[in-house]
């Protein structure tokens, strides 16, 4: 009887098949693997592993060569899917953003042009203004001058001097009054001018101010346009060396050695088709083309390749028709299965089910997730604490640890790389769309019937409660 120690969610085989991978039902999971990848043929699957033989005949991770090592860094794939995850979220934000920067750049530019041409016309204005109060100061000045020379003349004094004489003082006072008359006139002028000249400085210092505010905006909207149009440029190139490194990564994840964690390679359809074409039955409540789309967001976002993980799952459910005890459990991977449990773990919906899979992927391979930038709550909390975290790396590794069946890793990849050559034939469709999930629950709400569960730090699980 297999125990716990170096395991973890292998599944106790239903009756009809045996879809977990544990070493009391080896001969059965040959059976499994052979009919989701071979179209219900009785061919043996062929391991690329050769193994040696453990005590009492059967292989084990620890006397079994693992295939040829990964070529590139094993974080390699991860970085790839960063980088263009950030990339595509900074087009996308841009690419949102630019039809409005485009708005308020015209309204900036219309404002700008209506400011130059008030400017323009209030200049004018102030020009004449100024050039009217400059003969209106020449007239004061020469009315003045007038003033001050007959004040001192000759024909003044005669005038002070014979002021008894009628005639005389007419004709002085006479000259006198035309001159304070003159003079008069052109200070009420020159008052009326520099009122003028006072509310024309007025506005024309309130039409430059508003010249600076809108030249200045017009400079931060073309800064805004040509900053978004930038990050379009280069998100699209960061998109485009993305793909050259998936491209890379793809040639050299040839066999199970290669990373858990990395970009998925086929499409939603390629990956539904592949199943049905090979006599897959499945019994599931979405569309398998739907759940096959679940499993390259959820693997986006865990940062776990989504269309391998969709190959366990053939693997563990027998091209997903046993995804627990029926189709409502929605566990396709085994989880809370072991050799001597009576029941896995249920998931309200599918896409429930694929995150928790995802997740647990995620959590073996990386000790320090989650990091702050992922926002879905996780669903097994208990697992952040298993012993072996950061030691598994490849799907090689999973032997032993996600399941004791012999080469566990192995056959998952196995039918991953049938699904590859499968997809090659199969031209890739648009992805089709997911079902809205339904709100996270309430603190303190269980959405899931998955009984609770102790988990060791040194191993793989504990005692199922």
Not at 20 to 27: D, G, K, R
Not at 88 to 108: G, M, R, W
Not at 216 to 230: E, G, H, I, M, S
Request: aromatic share 6%; net charge neutral; with cysteine.
């Amino acid at each position: 009887m297999p125990t716990w120690k170096g395991m973890f969610f292998a599944r106790r085989a239903p009756v009809t098949l045996c879809v977990a991978v544990a070493l009391v039902c080896a001969p059965s999971v040959a059976a499994a693997v052979t009919t989701a990848s071979n179209g219900g043929s009785t061919t043996p699957t062929t391991v690329s592993a050769p193994g040696t033989s453990a005590p009492g005949g059967a292989p084990s991770p620890k006397n079994t060569p693992a295939p040829p090592a990964f070529s590139l860094p094993t974080d390699f794939g991860l970085q790839l899917i960063s980088e263009q995850n950030a990339a595509n979220e900074a087009l996308s934000a841009a690419q949102k953003a630019l039809p409005d920067a485009k708005k308020k750049l015209a309204a900036a530019q219309k404002d700008d042009t209506s400011a130059q041409k008030q400017l323009k016309s209030l200049n004018a204005t102030a020009q004449k203004t100024e050039a009217q109060l400059e003969a209106t100061r020449s007239n004061l000045r020469e009315a003045a001058a007038q003033a001050y020379i007959h004040a001192n003349s000759g024909d003044l004094a005669a005038a002070i001097t014979s002021f008894t004489n009628a005639s005389s003082a007419i004709e002085v006072g006479s000259q006198l009054h035309l001159i304070s008359s003159y003079g008069n006139n052109e200070q009420e002028l020159l008052q009326q001018y520099l009122s003028l000249k006072a509310r024309v400085d007025s506005q024309v210092s309130a039409i430059s101010d508003l010249r600076d505010r809108t030249s200045r905006a017009l400079t931060t909207a073309k800064n805004n346009v040509a900053t978004l149009q930038k990050t379009i440029t280069d998100s699209k190139k960061q998109i485009a060396a993305a793909l050259v490194g998936i491209k890379q990564f793809e040639a050299a994840a040839t066999s199970a050695s290669s990373p858990i964690l990395g970009p998925s390679q086929l499409t939603a359809n390629q990956m539904a088709d592949y199943v049905m074409l090979h006599g897959g039955h499945p019994n599931i409540t979405v569309p398998l083309d739907v759940l096959a789309q679940m499993y390259l967001v959820e693997g986006a976002k865990t940062g776990v390749r989504g269309d391998v993980a969709f190959a366990q799952s053939i693997l563990e459910t027998g091209s997903f028709a046993y995804p627990g005890s029926s189709a409502t459990d929605n566990n396709f991977a085994g989880i809370g299965w072991c050799d001597s449990c009576a029941h896995g773990f249920d998931f309200p919906d599918a896409e429930t089910g694929v995150r928790a899979q995802l997740q647990e992927l995620r959590i073996y391979v990386d000790p320090n997730f989650p990091e702050a930038d992922y926002t879905d709550p996780i669903l097994l909390p208990g697992t952040l604490k298993l012993g072996f975290r950061g030691k598994v790396q490849t799907w090689w590794d999973l032997w032993g640890t996600w399941a004791t069946g012999a080469l566990y890793g192995q056959r998952v990849y196995d039918i991953y790389t049938k699904m590859v050559a499968f997809a090659a034939t199969d031209p890739p469709k648009p992805a089709p769309a997911l079902p809205p999930m339904a709100a996270p629950p309430a603190p303190g709400v269980t959405t899931t019937t998955m009984s609770p569960i102790t988990w060791p730090t040194n191993g793989g699980p504990g005692t199922k409660k």
